[in-house]
């Protein structure tokens, strides 16, 4: 079985602050991990994936997260915020056979002041 | 690369008839497709999940009957809601899986269809 835990359900930065958002996982094998964000009215745009190899893995629009499997996390972040990041984002996993399913967290809901 | 397309992107129906959704893989073949129901504020749910030519795998708690999916080519699989009710009032969303070994087969997700059954 797997799951996410995405703590907190909103995050509110200033416009060129850190982004950080945090995500854990749990599963029985080695993972595949993703975050994908949502603009309203929107399907999901894929920022970023872990598959194998290198832990941390770069994304589109400066996101990066580092896989930490002593930590069971997958955190999402991006040195200076932008007002286009103010969007849902959810992270999920999935386990690695070519059936699998993506399991979502509940998101969180990011708000970039000005 | 990895475009998926939804159609259509909202429909307003009466109570009782039936919507057809349609999600379509641009440039990839998709072996597998998943749909989507997702409330207000809320994550995702898994309704279901789309093999090419074989039956559509529920989830627990998800009526096949209501919900009719049909998977006929590699970049179409549909989601007919049948006798439609308020309750079914919900944005749809479909993803489909690309299968190439360099994607480690990431889904990628349609704009979604906004549902509203009067």
């Known amino acids: 079985a797997q799951s996410v835990t995405q703590l907190g359900s909103h995050v509110s930065v200033s416009e060129g602050a850190l982004v950080l958002l945090r995500c854990n996982y749990s599963?029985?094998?080695?993972?595949?991990l993703f975050w994908y964000v949502q603009y309203p009215n929107q399907g999901l745009q894929l920022l970023l994936k872990?598959?194998?190899?290198?832990?941390l893995v770069k994304g589109i629009n400066g996101f990066e997260a580092e896989f930490k499997k002593s930590e069971t996390s997958f955190h999402l972040t991006k040195p200076s915020a932008h007002m286009s990041d103010a969007a849902e984002y959810f992270c999920?996993?999935?386990?690695?056979?070519?059936?699998?399913?993506?399991?979502f967290g509940k998101g969180i809901t990011l708000s970039v002041r000005p | 690369g990895a475009v998926v397309s939804q159609h259509p992107s909202w429909v307003i129906c009466k109570s009782g008839t039936s919507v057809k959704i349609e999600c379509r893989s641009l440039d990839f073949q998709a072996t597998t497709m998943f749909w989507y129901r997702q409330f207000p504020k809320q994550s995702l749910m898994l309704m279901a999940t789309s093999n090419e030519g074989s039956k559509a795998t529920y989830e627990q708690g998800v009526e096949k009957d209501k919900f009719l999916i049909n998977h006929a080519s590699l970049t179409l699989s549909t989601l007919t809601v049948t006798s439609a009710h308020p309750e079914d009032s919900s944005f749809y969303i479909c993803s489909a899986r690309d299968p190439g070994t360099s994607k480690g087969g990431t889904q990628y997700f349609g704009p979604g269809t906004r549902l509203l059954v009067l």
């Open positions: 999920a996993v999935s386990s690695t056979g070519a059936n699998s399913k993506l399991t």
């Open positions: 872990y598959t194998t190899g290198a832990t």
């Open positions: 599963s029985s094998v080695p993972p595949y």
